[in-house]
């Protein structure tokens, strides 16, 4: 492979958003000033009987008005639509032309990556359910298969290929022609902090001038859910959605799901000057590790957490005294939110008490695959504003939970370098840091 | 430490060909065909009927007796991978707690693994109980499912079914605690993965990195899918043998098939200084983007492909005239075909004329996020052994491709070997080995 010990600075230049709050920046970030949040009774399915039938949904989104072209993206997911979305306000942003032949905004096609952090699509349910209830036989613990095809050959190709993962990428390429480096994973809760780290990385060493990346997830179907419902991951609190998601409290008994995408374009200094696009930030760090301790919980000791922190900050070549704010994983789960604050102080030592770290899964709901980018995008209107956002719902402090967790009201910080950290189901921890740019 | 040499220094495979990836590269060089009738479930409403499956395996053998419980929460995709990890670890010498906790030989905070995985079906039958639970009138009720169906799932479900699961469990096992990744691309994927280790290796966040991928495709929704695409052949059912066509006139579609690859990546100078047997170098990556419209195919003219090529070659520096083997990703499909045909021409030119072109998936079927690097793992045995085997099924080129399809066995030595892949979704990807004895 080629030596590069180049190491290219690399800067945001664009960011959107389509989540439960908002389908654009500024309506999301006031609304989150506000302390108000997304969660309410899911519609999405008839979750009536579920142990949690609330849910923090993307509401009256459609795709098809950020495109000139629907006719190439009709069969895309509830995930890839809100992509599309958040893809074409970060490339409007960043000045990169999309839908074009002719592109004029002086990026090599070549060069032009895209990183997503994104899931797979929601199955066709009626079908699906269906076609067991026809094909099970109860009696013999057998399923006709016969049966079972003559149901599911009514479900259509193109949208059965849109629940590929990759697909949110698909589209992001097909409006932006794209032909630099393109990946797209998944690793559960992190995958979107993992993308961007991973991203950053591929523009630091050369591979890429501009990556468009971030997350794209929807797991707010009859089958996700269900999945969360039995691992117990999810809030109960049917009786008050609203306050469901309660980072840090004594009360908190699990996370809310929720849905969306986030874009956040990458791109190295030299390109952004050259293009004279406005810089959001710098990303300085990216640190990476896995717990390798059980795929139901965290490492008991943040092992993983700790590791990938470090790495962090020793990649971005700061001390832990530098970071202004900490974006945490921080879902409401009680095992999150215990060991997330024990890495914390592990690693901030005397500092850790004085940092301040809020979740704004409190408000948004937790994106899954998504949620990372998305409250990166928080991290860098934090510093844009100097405002730390609020962690909302936070009535009952956990006694066994002693940081500074800026409870229900945003507080005015100067915020120079902010810190977002993700954790994944299975022990994947991400962690990058961002920075105020300057020359 | 930083802009480090990769190296490959040990591989493994569970394929159609058999349980190890010496019965894989055996199996090619026999001409042998890992394609038959589906025997996984009754493939009668399907309209292909056929399949790559691996022979039957005990899972136990390759999972250290404390962590046997976790075997009820892998799915078929987390057991191949489990295997293929197994030999992969044991073909390089390196010892983790997995493979021995007496004797570990390696750091574990400085490996990595990053395994490319598809969507994982969930097991219908095991799901059945629950969903007949919810049956009222005759019909599907989602109320009543909640209610009465939900009990009916085992608590951990959803765990066996994460396509990041691949990679825990085979973590956890060889006590993984470096970066952990999974890249889902579909049939690009595993030269993704590939890719991307390597760059962590070079850049220095890691010395030794597992990558490859994993998927079992011979479950029914799967199936379904590639039939509903019209991805899998409809017209070889009655003949197993020669179903899978790659790049030849009367090919009709691609046959599945399920499989497992990982292959070790090593900082060379440390793989050096621990007396490692290297097999080849990984001298080159290169990844792009196809911009089809028409999502299930590659774009016509192979653009994309040809990007990623290029890269690759780039990336090596070197040039088309060094290269001595290429191992397409050649599904069978024939609009896919073509464009991989053209996309070798316009990247490598005059040259494409001399090197010799093995496709595989004629005898290991297309094992969706496993292909590339059974492929990768194909091309390993071929540069060490110094000998290409015969390609099968290629009987008469398509018209338009001007690939030199290897149609019999060849002793030669392979300086640089190419292996790309391509995936539904449209990302592109090549990767260059380099012989280095």
Redesign the interface.
């Known amino acids: 492979m080629i030596k590069s010990n180049e190491k290219n600075r690399v800067v945001i230049t664009g960011m959107g958003i389509v989540c439960p709050m908002g389908h654009d920046i500024e309506t999301v970030w006031q609304g989150m000033l506000a302390g108000k949040n997304g969660v309410a009774r899911t519609t999405i399915f008839d979750a009536t009987t579920y142990p949690t039938n609330f849910s923090a949904e993307v509401k009256n989104f459609d795709p098809m008005k950020y495109t000139k072209n629907p006719h190439l993206h009709k069969y895309c997911s509830r995930g890839s639509g809100f992509a599309i979305g958040a893809a074409v306000q970060a490339c409007r942003q960043a000045k990169i032309d999309i839908e074009t032949d002719h592109p004029a905004d002086k990026i090599d096609r070549t060069r032009l990556g895209i990183y997503l952090g994104a899931g797979e699509g929601s199955l066709d349910n009626d079908i699906f359910f269906d076609s067991i209830v026809q094909a099970w036989n109860g009696q013999t613990g057998q399923m006709d298969w016969l049966k079972w095809a003559q149901v599911t050959c009514k479900l259509n190709p193109n949208k059965e290929l849109e629940q590929e993962p990759q697909m949110a990428a698909a589209h992001i390429a097909i409006l932006t022609g794209a032909r630099g480096p393109t990946r797209s994973c998944l690793t559960a809760c992190a995958a979107s902090t993992q993308a961007v780290g991973e991203a950053m990385m591929m523009i630091r060493r050369g591979y890429a001038d501009v990556i468009i990346s971030g997350g794209a997830h929807s797991m707010i179907h009859p089958l996700g859910v269900m999945g969360f419902n039995r691992l117990t991951a999810l809030s109960t609190r049917n009786d008050s959605p609203e306050t469901a998601s309660r980072p840090f409290t004594a009360s908190r008994d699990g996370f809310v799901i929720g849905e969306g995408a986030a874009i956040i374009i990458l791109e190295s200094l030299t390109s952004a000057k050259k293009r004279g696009v406005p810089i959001l930030a710098e990303v300085i760090g990216y640190g990476s590790s896995s717990d390798a301790f059980r795929v139901t919980d965290m490492h008991e000791d943040a092992r993983g957490a700790i590791q990938a922190i470090v790495a962090a900050l020793n990649d971005a070549g700061i001390s832990y005294k530098d970071i202004d704010y900490i974006s945490p994983h921080g879902t409401s789960t009680q095992e999150n939110d215990y060991i997330e604050t024990k890495a914390i102080k592990a690693v901030f030592k005397e500092c850790a008490k004085n940092i301040p770290v809020s979740s704004v899964k409190s408000m948004l709901g937790h994106l899954i695959g998504a949620a990372g980018a998305a409250e990166l995008i928080t991290c860098i209107l934090a510093i844009r504003d100097n405002i730390i956002p609020p962690t909302i719902n936070l009535h009952d402090p956990d006694p066994a939970l002693d940081l500074d967790y800026v409870p229900n009201v945003p507080r005015r910080k100067h915020v120079n370098i902010a810190m977002k950290e993700s954790f994944g189901f299975g022990g994947q921890n991400n962690v990058v840091i961002i920075k105020r740019f300057s020359e | 430490m ?2 480090a ?2 190296v490959i220094t040990g591989v493994g495979a569970i394929s159609p060909l058999g349980a190890t990836s010496k019965d894989m590269w055996q199996g090619l060089c026999n001409g042998r065909c890992g394609i038959g009738k589906i025997t996984a ?6 309209s292909c009927k056929l399949a790559g499956q691996v022979p039957e395996y005990k899972i136990q053998s390759f999972v250290p007796k404390s962590y046997r419980k ?1 075997i009820k ?1 892998m799915a078929r995709d987390i057991e191949l991978s489990v295997i293929a990890a197994y030999e992969a670890l044991i073909d390089s010498g390196i010892v983790t707690k997995g493979i021995d906790p007496e004797k570990i030989n390696v750091d ?2 400085r490996m990595s ?1 990053n395994l490319a995985s598809g ?1 994982i079906s ?1 097991d ?2 095991e ?3 629950a ?2 639970a ?2 009222k009138d ?3 009720d ?6 009465d169906g ?1 009990a009916l ?7 066996k ?5 691949l ?3 085979v ?2 096992i ?13 049939e690009a994927g595993a030269h ?1 993965s590939i890719a ?1 280790s ?2 962590i290796i ?2 220095g ?1 890691s010395d030794i990195a597992l990558a490859g991928g994993a998927e079992a495709k011979v479950n ?2 799967i199936m ?2 590639q039939c ?3 991805r899998a052949t409809s017209q070889s059912n009655d003949d197993p043998e020669t179903a899978c066509r790659p790049f030849d006139a009367s090919a009709t579609g691609s046959v599945f098939g399920e499989g497992a690859g990982i292959i070790i990546l090593e900082n060379k100078q440390k793989a050096e200084k621990r007396g490692a047997k290297i097999y080849a170098e ?4 290169g ?3 196809s ?1 089809n ?1 028409a ?2 195919h590659l774009e016509p003219d192979g ?2 492909l040809q ?1 990623a090529i290029e ?1 690759a070659l ?4 070197i040039k088309p005239r060094e290269l001595d083997l290429i191992v397409p990703h050649g599904t069978g499909i024939p609009a896919d075909d073509l464009a991989e045909s053209k996309a070798l021409e316009a990247a490598l030119g005059e040259e494409i004329k001399r090197i010799l072109v093995w496709p595989t998936k004629s005898m290991l079927s297309t094992t969706g996020a496993a292909s590339g690097v059974l492929d990768i793992i194909a091309a390993v045995y071929a540069m060490k052994e110094g000998r290409i085997p015969a390609s099968k099924n290629c009987d008469k080129k398509a018209a338009g491709c001007n690939l030199n399809i290897v149609t019999k066995p060849v002793q030669t030595k392979i300086r640089y070997a190419l292996s790309c892949s391509y ?5 592109t990807a090549a990767v260059v080995l380099k012989n280095l004895s």
Not at chain 2, 153 to 159: E, N
Not at chain 2, 161 to 165: F, G, I, W
Not at chain 2, 423 to 427: E, F, H, I, L
């Open positions: 930083d802009s040499d990769v479930f009754d493939p009668a409403g399907f976790a929460l574990p905070t693994i969507i969930c219908l039958i799901l059945a109980p969903v007949a919810g049956i005759g019909k599907f989602i109320r009543k499912w909640g209610t939900f799932v085992t608590p951990l479900w959803l765990l079914y994460l396509p990041n699961m990679a825990c469990h973590g956890i060889h006590d993984i605690q470096g970066p952990s990744n999974t890249i889902t691309c579909a993704l991307e390597a760059q070079a850049r966040d029914p929704w379904l899918r509903l695409l019209k990984l001298a080159g990556v990844h792009s983007n911009l419209p999502y299930e653009y994309g990007i890269k780039e990336d090596a520096q995936t539904y979704g449209g990302q």
